[in-house]
């Protein structure tokens, strides 16, 4: 995994040489020939599908230098109550989407607006195997055994898709396992990167004809210590 970081760091990084390169390019001939309709629209095209590299590098970034999820605290069930319009528009047509949250708050260690990216990420990924069909559930829950066997919050996303063999769901952290569509093929590497930085884990669970669970498991943040009250 480490390998592929720093290949994928300097893959994205020669790539962008190139591509700004085209850009500019692209620009200039586009202003030239503006005129010509049918040209522009080729140039459309061509303007789009650099774009779509250009994700594809920024993909490429995230997984060689993935971002912490910070330090917080943030309510991990406030963050996916907020973020439900996003995780449904992350769906594809026909996927249905369903929250299950512990009851009481979950203080985690990271930024809600991290954590709301690690959901999305995760809820996307989960769909992109379920096609124009199938159910997506996202729960959360506190347990006693996280990392270092303390407590901590375990945040659970399940899709009732195909799910894998034993050899791909084995590697299903590596890139482009889990799915191999050029962005989201990178998605859940990178995300388990950000967990694993940020001191947390990430596990799966996946059968054929069964679907795929991601659970990972988030320090919940420790309340600092009461100073006892001065005798008077």
Known sequence: MDAAARTAGALAHEIANYLGTIRATLYLLADRLRNDAGTRDDFDVLARTVDGVAAFVEALRRFAHPPLLGAGPTDLNTVLREAEP???????????????????????????????????DLVAGACHTLGDGGHVEVETRRVPDGVGGTPAALLVVRDDGPGLDPERAGRIFEPFVFDQAYDAGLRLPTAYAMVAGSGGSMAAESEPGAGTTILVSLPLEVPPPERPTPAR
Do not use: S
């Open 86 to 120: 996003a995780l449904r528009a992350a769906l594809r047509p026909g996927v249905t989407l369903t929250l299950t949250l512990a009851a009481g708050p979950l203080q985690v260690c990271g930024d809600a607006a991290r954590v709301r990216e690690l959901a999305r």
